[in-house]
């Protein structure tokens, strides 16, 4: 067929329903994996399995890597030619470790999209499903078809740190709501009431949070925080009192502490009568 083919290393859950949406769209695949016996479901299904990882490498110009992080990508691609290939690195990592990445395999002649992958892996490939990239705009479309066939490319621009910085970004909001979530099940559960009990105002809770977005964005972005709604003192008195029940309760108070602390300190810094949206100048460190 006329599809690109393409490599792809590390077989985890998300590479694996990477490889399953490439397959299905009538890509060829070749793969590899560090642990042999995980690419034997895709290989069933008819991608290609390289010997070595230098041999996937070389079946290919197009290569897509989703493995823990970017020192992994130095234990798969270390002596294999790299020489005119695009390395696609969904793997998540920090800024610093993503541009040494970059300079890395241009010294080898090969170019760097950085990708972050923003569904779960039984979602790749939906409609809902978006990934970012960053990197040299030019080899992004050259590739935006077949990214598309995971889900929908963003490209966010030139430099390689910036998919990393929204994927985090996106992940930071993710895992602070999922440990808030939790410790509020424990704060109830404290009193006897079970998690599904709690569990339909929890979702009404978290659906709401949308509606502050908008809000939250027009004063950040004007550096102004009317408090004429919720003003930074009557957020931080709440905060104090999830400090105290959680306290009460005998659970870990690291989370509402670490809130507590942000509120405290923006009372301190004079934003008592302005909105919450004010905190962001504490945590920037104004
Ligand atoms: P896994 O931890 O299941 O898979 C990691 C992969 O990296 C495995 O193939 C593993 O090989 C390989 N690997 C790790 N270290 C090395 C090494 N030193 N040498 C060779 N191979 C190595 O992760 P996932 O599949 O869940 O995720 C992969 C990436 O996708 C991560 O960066 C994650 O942040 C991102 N992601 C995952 C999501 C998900 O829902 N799972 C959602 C969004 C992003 P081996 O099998 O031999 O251990």
Do not use: C
């Amino acid at each position: 067929s006329g599809k690109t083919p393409l490599t792809l290393i590390g077989l985890g859950p998300m590479g694996r329903a990477m490889v399953h949406r490439f397959l299905d769209a009538g890509h060829r695949v070749t793969v590899w994996n560090r642990t042999a016996s995980r690419a034997d479901d895709v290989v069933a299904r008819g991608a290609t399995r390289a010997a070595t990882a230098a041999e996937a490498v070389e079946a290919n110009r197009l290569v897509l890597l989703s493995l823990t992080d970017y020192e992994a990508m130095y234990a798969v691609l270390d002596g294999a030619d790299l020489a005119g290939r695009v390395v696609v690195n969904l793997s998540s990592d920090t800024p610093e470790k993503t541009l040494k990445a970059a300079a890395w395999l241009a010294e080898r002649g090969a170019e760097l999209l950085v990708g972050g992958v923003m569904v779960p892996a039984p979602l790749v490939g939906d409609p809902s499903a978006y990934v970012f990239y960053s990197g040299p705009e030019e080899v992004f479309d050259r590739h935006r078809d077949v990214l598309a066939v995971i889900g929908r490319p963003d490209h966010l621009g030139q430099d390689h740190t910036l998919a990393q910085l929204f994927y985090q970004a996106q992940l930071d909001v993710f895992l602070t709501s999922l440990a808030g979530m939790l410790h509020a099940i424990a704060l109830v559960g404290s009193a006897g009431v079970s998690a599904e009990r709690f569990a339909p105002y929890l979702g009404d809770l978290l659906s709401s949070l949308n509606l502050y977005v908008e809000e939250t964005a027009r004063h950040v972005d004007a550096g102004e925080h009317p408090g004429d709604q919720a003003n930074v003192t009557m957020m931080g008195a709440t905060a104090d009192h999830i400090v105290g029940a959680t306290e009460a309760a005998g659970l870990d108070a690291a989370l509402p502490r670490a809130v507590q602390s942000l509120y405290r300190r923006a009372v301190e810094a004079g934003h008592g009568r302005d909105s919450w949206t004010a905190l962001v100048n504490v945590i920037r460190g104004r």
